[in-house]
């Protein structure tokens, strides 16, 4: 709301003011893919379901006050893509994972759009290399609904390099 304070890592931020913000984002996951090529094998598609884990280290500061919190949660990952062959070992892909943790006061949902290029390094493993762009939110509420915080929501991207290990 306008006009009210942003509470954060133990502190009000209150209005008129200048924050900056400083983050790190890690995620991982362990996922199941499934591929299927349509015809000579040049088009694709993937669905791919699992595990995974977000942590979101975030400092915000002011001129006169500063404050940190190390939020993380597991959960569930899924996800959908579409795939280009246009080499036997290099391909042109897309793909929307998202992640939902279930939890109200860790990283309670996060959802990534990649476009990579792709070059496979053998039957087991790839180099990926391309652009994501990620959102993330955080809740923010005790076990009741109330809010103990200021809810989180962030959105980033970039260029990314990958690696994917596949067993």
Known sequence: DAGAPIVFGGRAFVAPNE???EFDFRF???????????GAGTFGIEGLAGLGYARYDLTIS???????????????????????????????????????SGETEGVTAAARWDLF??????RHAALRAGVSAWSLASEREDDYGASIN?????????FSLGLDVAF
């Open 19 to 21: 924050l900056r913000h």
């Open 28 to 38: 991982a996951e362990l996922a199941y893919r499934y591929r299927h090529f349509f």
């Open 62 to 100: 002011s001129a006169i006050q500063r404050a940190n919190e190390n939020i993380g949660s597991g959960g569930l990952v899924g996800g959908f893509g579409v795939i280009w062959k246009f080499r036997p070992t290099t391909s042109l892909q897309s793909r929307l994972t998202v992640f939902g």
């Open 117 to 122: 290029v792709a070059q496979a390094l053998g």
């Open 150 to 158: 200021s809810p989180i929501q962030a959105r980033f991207a970039g």
